[in-house]
C-alpha cells in the first residue's frame, strides 16, 4: 500500500513538473511573438522656386526573420504602384506611409522606400532629401541613390542627402531601408517612433 502511494506521488510530482515546463515555455514563445518594434512614417514634398520635377514614391518590404546587419544586395523585383505622386506642376504633396512593424507574428525584417524624380523644367533642379533619425540599436537604415550605394546611416542619424537633377528630362532616384538589426525573436519592445521623409526641390545646389 505505501509503495503504492510513492508512485501515485512520483507520477503527480513527474506531472506538475512537466505542467510547470510548459507553462514556462509557453510563455517564453508568446513574449517572443508579442515584441514589436513600431515605425510610424509620412512622407513630405515641396518645391520651392520655378521648378518641374515629377516626383513618385514607391514601398515595398521583405519577408524574413533574420536580422538585416549590413546593407540588402538584392533589390525588391515589385515595387507596385507608386503610393505618391506629384507632378511637374503641383506644389507640395504629403503622403502618410504603411507603418513598419517589425515582430514576429509579422515576420518582415526590412521595409524598403524609392524615390524617383524626374525634371522635365529648362533648368537644373537639386532635391535635398531628410529623414528623422532613430536612436535604437535594434533597427539600421540604409540610404543611397541607387541601391548598389545603400549605406549604414549609423545609429541615431539622420539622412541628409541631395539628389542632382539636368535640365530637361534629367533624372535620379534615391531609396531609403528601414531593417531589423536582430533577428525578430529577439527584439525588445520599443515605443511606437515617427520615421518621417522631407523633400525639398529648389535651383540651390
Excluded at 80 to 105: H, Y
Excluded at 132 to 143: G, H, R, V, W
Excluded at 150 to 158: P, Q, S
Aim: glycine share 4%.
Amino acid at each position: 500500500m505505501e509503495k503504492s502511494s510513492s508512485i501515485r506521488r512520483k507520477i503527480i510530482i513527474t506531472a506538475i513538473s512537466a505542467l510547470i515546463c510548459i507553462l514556462v515555455i509557453g510563455v517564453s514563445v508568446f513574449a517572443a511573438l508579442t515584441q514589436t518594434v513600431n515605425i510610424n512614417n509620412n512622407i513630405t514634398i515641396t518645391t520651392d522656386g520655378q521648378t518641374e520635377v515629377i516626383v513618385n514614391v514607391f514601398e515595398a518590404s521583405n519577408t524574413g526573420e533574420t536580422a538585416v546587419d549590413t546593407a540588402p544586395v538584392t533589390e525588391p523585383s515589385d515595387w507596385g504602384s507608386a503610393v505618391l505622386t506629384k507632378d511637374a506642376t503641383t506644389a507640395s504633396a504629403t503622403q502618410e506611409l504603411t507603418a513598419m512593424d517589425f515582430s514576429v507574428s509579422d515576420g518582415i525584417n526590412y521595409y524598403a522606400y524609392k524615390i524617383t524624380f524626374e525634371n522635365t523644367g529648362s533648368t537644373a533642379a537639386y532635391a535635398h532629401i531628410s529623414a528623422s533619425a532613430i536612436d535604437n540599436t535594434q533597427l539600421k537604415i540604409y540610404a543611397g541613390t541607387s541601391w548598389e550605394s545603400l549605406a549604414d546611416v549609423g545609429n541615431n542619424n539622420a539622412i541628409d542627402s541631395d539628389v542632382t537633377l539636368a535640365a530637361t528630362d534629367g533624372t535620379g532616384e534615391f531609396y531609403i531601408v528601414v531593417a531589423s538589426a536582430v533577428a525578430l525573436e529577439d527584439l525588445n519592445d520599443m515605443a511606437q517612433t515617427p520615421f518621417n521623409v522631407a523633400i525639398t526641390i529648389d535651383q540651390t545646389a
